[in-house]
């Protein structure tokens, strides 16, 4: 694998990681359509877990965990990111066709709303190395009443992960003690995706960030000197608080949306020095072909500089 300018320089900034942590990096950002850009795209598959087998309803063909792979495979992603069971599933069939990450904590939507918003440990650092993990991924809900118990794991399992020279990748969702419109507000995500950094997060993935302020001890300082006007102002300052782009920061797909949507927010991402996607329901809730193409336009957005 040779190695490109540009993704030697982004694993520069890794500066206390081992070799084997920067290969499984380099791994990532040297597959797929965007190999050596610098950008990603990856497939992510958690819904099944997280909302069940409804999620695959609208295309049946993804009830079967192989079209997940094969499509990660067909589109040219940087890597396949889902829990154990589904991973476990394709893994010998799809044995070195797409680097992989374990998502190794996972909740369900029986679960209770009026409890605090939590998720169980569902897998192992044993998992991801027996099954040729590139990295793990973990959920961490900033704000909810579990957040120090979920930091603690997280803490544990990513000293674990990178002995064993895997990559670190948190999910950071604000949950809890915000309004519905403070999950996604501009301050809130650029402090969880500070604090996923702080926690020691190879790559981070937030939702995109609205124009919208929560907090008010933050809403003065960032009405006189953050720019939220726009999704790129928004995106940018989501990588500056990562270490001022010190470390990679993805985003989230989210819901099902029109394509020209998925479009748009890739544009805001490469605009705002965004690293890329992670997307799910709107690569597979749409036909294959359909989703195919889309997840080619959205490669040539990102391959555009900035």
Known sequence: MRITSKVRKILSNYEADSIGVKQNLARILMHGKLSGTGKMMILAVDQGFEHGPRAFAMTPAAYDPHYHYQFAVDGGMNAFAAPLGLLEAGADTFLGAVPTILKINSGNSLFDKDNAPDQAVTASIDDALRLGCSAIGFTIYPGSDLSYEQIEELRELAAEAKACGLAVIVWSYARGALSKDGETAADVIAYGAHMACQLGAHIVKVKLPTAHLEMS???????????????AAR????VDSCFNGRRMVIFSGGESKEAGAVLEDARAIVAGGGFGSIIGRNFFQRPKEEALAMAQEVVEIFRQKR
């Open 217 to 231: 001890s933050a809403k003065p300082l960032y009405e006189k000197y953050v720019d939220v006007s726009s999704m």
């Open 235 to 238: 995106v940018k300052h989501v």
